[in-house]
Structures are given as structure tokens and as C-alpha cells.
């Protein structure tokens, strides 16, 4: 076999090889800005935001009284990524997928919280018929789904979600949610490297709340920027304030433009930070009370819309009453859940296979 020919610098070179792609010009997303919502939207955020907060410490205390079995991953502190993105979606048409930290999600995109607080008690109303639990919810009618228990399992599925938008040419795009742990898992970047070649219509989320399970990024992640984790695949990545509801809404439309120009994927690393422990069982001791109180006290994002609000004109006591009202939801989806019957047990054959062998 002939060798192939070397250069006077020694290097060899062969002449089927084709040269280095221009990388420098690339075309790349503009900075995302800030979205600027009316008084209305506002409101709307803030409700949306303290929904899944008093619902995320209701079931806490549920998980506490042992009404909630099974593994319960709370989404306290990262209410503005689930809101800020959904809210820029349109239902019906996009697709969502995320992990098992997963209630806020389904909030957020509008689905009833009974039926969620339901499902975390195993009851016939639940939005899988109790059989999904915490980690595993689904709704084909909204479009979400799931809540997947491997970690970085719906990477993948979701890839197959936008592949499936864009073989129907319906328009759709899909947002597939994962962590900063799920960040370094294989399947990631194999679903990484389908999507920029097919050019399909997904953004990948990171939200990267600094500790995975309880580890901290700086300590296993090599690279911990997340939005440049695509660059070897040449999706472009954007780094988000994820504690900031406006700043997350104004990122993903600038996602969904790209996206639904035909562009193919695009990455957005969320910023943000969970003040409970990965799951209920998690005393989360690899942190201080000091970390966490300080987040509170300067990037909580519903303080941060409520201090908008009050710029915007809006009174403290509007503002107690729509707290009260929230409280009035959350109570109502708990009495309900704790009084639902719970699925006969011939519903344990229920779209499961049984076969004698």
C-alpha cells in the first residue's frame, strides 16, 4: 500500500482529505435579551413560579407524612427555568421531555395539579393512573413526555421527538430538559451528533444547578461551561441567568428563532440552583446553610419578579392574594390526592405485557 505523501514540514497529508472547515465563520445566534413582559405576563410569571413553589413544599410535607413513596427530586429554586421556557412555547404543536425532577415542568405547561399531586400519591386519578409516581409522568394530550428515571435517557428520546417533527414537517419543536450530571453521560452526545447532522428543530436544555446528584461541577465536569458542550458538534450554546424568569424567556425565543429557521439544534445552560437536597432522602451535606441562605436572600427568582412588580405598580396586597389564592389550589390538589381511591389491582396489567413462557 502506498504511503501517503509527506510535506517539507514532515506532516503527511493525503490528497482525499478535504480541508479544515472555515470555523471562525460559522454562523452563530445573537446575545439573547432580556424579555420585556407587561404587567399582565408579569403577574402571570409570578403565579405560574409560586405554583410550583407551594405545590414542590406541599409535597415535601406529603413525602414527610409517607404518602408520597418511592424517590421525590423537588424543584424549589428552579421554578423560572420550567416557566420562562414554556411559557414561550406553543401547546399543542412543541414537544417537552425532561428527567425526574419533573413536577414543575408539568405545572408550568398548564397541566391540572391535582392530577399531578394525584399521581405522586399513587392514586387512580393521577395523570399516569398512579403508576408513573414522581419520577415517571407523562401526558401525551399536553405533549410532555415524561419524566425519565435514567439519567439522560430522555436526551435521546427526545432527539427521536424533534426527528419525528421534522419527519412530519408539523412545525413543532421539542425542548428536552437534562442536568448538569446527565451533561457527561455518552447518549448525550451521541443524540448531540444526530441532531446537528439532520439539522433537527431541538433545544437542549442544561439545567445546571451546581451539584448533580452532590457533587459539584467544578469537581466533575472538565469543562463546566455547559453551553460549550455542543461546539465540537457545532450546535451553538447560549449561557442563561436561570434564576431570572425574564432573562430565560428571552434566551429561548431567541432558541426558537434559530430553530425554527431550519438551523438544526441549539444548547442553552441554565444558571440556576436547587435549595433542597437532589431528592427528599438527600440531607445535602456536601453544601452549608450559608450557600443556600445566600442564594435566597440575592437570586430567588420569585422575589425577583415581585420586586418587577412593584415597579411595575402592582400592591403588596395584590400580591398576599394571589399568594392566598395558590395556597387555596395546592390545599384542594392535597385533599384530593390523600381522598382519591387508589387503582384496583387488576390496573397493574394495564398496558404492560403478560405473557406465559
Not at 399582565?40 to 405560574?48: P, S, V
Not at 405533549?143 to 426527528?163: C, E, M, N, R, W
Not at 452526545?189 to 467544578?218: C, D, H, R
Request: charged share 25%.
Amino acid at each position: 500500500m502506498a504511503k501517503p505523501a509527506s510535506s517539507r514540514s514532515g506532516k503527511t497529508s493525503s490528497a482525499s482529505s478535504p480541508p479544515p472547515a472555515a470555523d471562525h465563520n460559522r454562523e452563530r445566534p445573537g446575545e439573547p435579551k432580556s424579555y420585556e413582559a407587561s404587567k399582565d405576563e408579569l403577574l402571570e410569571f409570578y403565579r405560574q413560579m409560586l405554583l410550583i413553589r407551594r405545590f414542590e413544599e406541599r409535597a415535601g410535607q406529603l413525602y414527610g407524612l409517607g404518602l408520597i413513596g418511592g424517590f421525590c427530586h423537588l424543584y424549589i429554586g428552579q421554578e423560572a427555568v420550567a416557566v420562562g421556557i414554556q411559557s414561550a412555547l406553543t401547546p399543542g404543536a412543541d414537544s417537552v421531555i425532561t428527567g425526574y425532577r419533573d413536577h414543575g415542568h408539568m405545572l408550568a405547561y398548564g397541566i391540572d395539579p391535582k392530577l399531578i399531586m394525584a399521581e405522586l400519591t399513587g392514586r387512580e386519578a393521577g395523570i399516569s393512573r398512579g403508576k408513573g409516581g414522581s419520577m415517571h409522568m407523562f401526558s401525551v394530550d399536553h405533549k410532555f413526555y415524561g419524566g425519565h428515571g435514567i439519567v439522560g435517557a430522555q436526551v435521546s428520546l427526545g432527539t427521536g421527538l424533534a426527528f419525528g417533527h421534522k419527519y412530519n414537517e408539523d412545525g413543532g419543536v421539542c425542548v428536552a430538559y437534562f442536568g448538569d450530571g446527565a451533561a457527561n453521560q455518552g447518549q448525550v452526545y451521541e443524540s448531540f451528533n444526530m441532531a446537528a447532522l439532520w439539522k433537527l428543530p431541538i433545544i437542549y436544555v442544561i439545567e445546571n444547578n451546581q451539584y448533580a446528584m452532590g457533587t459539584s461541577v467544578q469537581r466533575s465536569s472538565a469543562e463546566d461551561h455547559f453551553y460549550r458542550r455542543g461546539e465540537s458538534f457545532r450546535i451553538p450554546g447560549l449561557q442563561v441567568d436561570g434564576m431570572d424568569v425574564l432573562a430565560v424567556r428571552g434566551a429561548t425565543q431567541e432558541a426558537l428563532e434559530w430553530v425554527r429557521a431550519g438551523k438544526g439544534p441549539i444548547l442553552l445552560e441554565m444558571k440556576t440552583y436547587r435549595y433542597r437536597g437532589h431528592s427528599m432522602s438527600d440531607p445535602a451535606k456536601y453544601r452549608s446553610r450559608d450557600e443556600v441562605q445566600h442564594v435566597r436572600e440575592t437570586s430567588d427568582p420569585i422575589e425577583g419578579v415581585k420586586k418587577a412588580l412593584a415597579e411595575a405598580g402592582v400592591a403588596e396586597d395584590e400580591m398576599k392574594a394571589i399568594d392566598a389564592q395558590i395556597r387555596k389550589i395546592v390545599s384542594e390538589a392535597a385533599d384530593f390526592a390523600e381522598t382519591s381511591p387508589e387503582p384496583a389491582p387488576g390496573e397493574l396489567y394495564t398496558d404492560v405485557l403478560v405473557e406465559q413462557y
